[in-house]
């Protein structure tokens, strides 16, 4: 699918991954829907930054475990063109041993990691139905950004695994339902650079152990991964790992 010019909505465009992923598409010729929650200002530079790379690009906020407000944020991409394209990025990455997990703590986990992407799916399908009925082309695209503790789950944060592991099955689900019309796949990505600034040598030398590449990824890595996936039209309920073998 040619996803220059096409409409994008990126959840959670203010963190770490979901900016980088907003820059990327729009790099790639999108109209960038950057969705946050709370961080407003910088919502409004990522989108000034966007502008100067001759798309559009609008913040919208939304609360993603409304439905209410889930409905809007498409209404209100809406106004710059049919989305033909959903990254569900926002998430909540929570460290809990078990014995602190609570019924509040994780359905505020669950509820952001797993069921937002879900009802934004539906939302989306309906807008696709709505204006490709009867296409039995490829229109549109989801990307869930899943991780590699959804496939090979740690210690105590027993909830967040949890919830990316459903994200990969609702992954699959979603692509036999959507199909042909529209492709479901997930990156899971393993440790980057960019978003361990913190890590000391030990803690490195120790993630490096389980890393056949022997090196931290890069964010480029995840984001070329991503327009692969959006380019390709014969790939479907894929999970691709972007971890350097991480989950071998």
Not at 167 to 192: C, D, H, Q, Y
Request: proline share 4%; hydrophobic share 45%; with cysteine.
């Amino acid at each position: 699918m040619e996803i220059s010019r096409l409409t994008a909505i990126i959840t959670g465009s203010t963190g770490l991954l979901g900016s980088e992923i907003a820059l990327a598409l729009a790099n790639a010729g999108c109209d960038c829907i950057c969705h946050y929650n709370k961080n407003k200002e910088k919502a409004q530079q990522l989108v000034e930054k966007i502008q100067k790379l001759s798309v559009k690009a609008i913040p919208v906020q939304a609360d993603l475990t409304d439905p209410d407000a889930v409905k809007t944020l498409f209404d209100t991409a809406s106004t710059i063109g049919v989305p033909r394209i959903l990254i569900n990025s926002a998430a909540l990455f929570s460290k809990e041993p078990l014995q602190n997990v609570t019924l509040e703590k994780a359905r505020s986990v669950l509820d952001l990691d797993l069921i937002a992407p879900i009802l934004l799916s539906k939302e989306f399908a309906k807008i696709i139905d709505d204006n490709f009925a009867g296409s039995e082309d490829t229109v549109a695209k989801i990307i869930n950004i899943s991780d590699v503790g959804g496939i090979k789950p740690w210690a105590n944060y027993v909830v967040y695994c949890s919830a990316k592991a459903g994200l990969i099955g609702a992954t699959k689900a979603l692509a036999k339902e959507l199909a042909p019309r529209i492709l479901v796949n997930s990156i899971a990505p393993g440790i980057v650079v960019d978003f361990q600034p913190n890590l000391n040598d030990d803690q490195k030398k120790r993630q490096l152990d389980f890393i056949p590449m022997a090196r931290i990824g890069k964010t480029k890595e995840l984001t070329n991964a991503l327009i692969f996936l959006l380019q390709n039209d014969y790939i479907t309920g894929q999970v691709l790992n972007v971890d350097g073998g991480r989950c071998i």
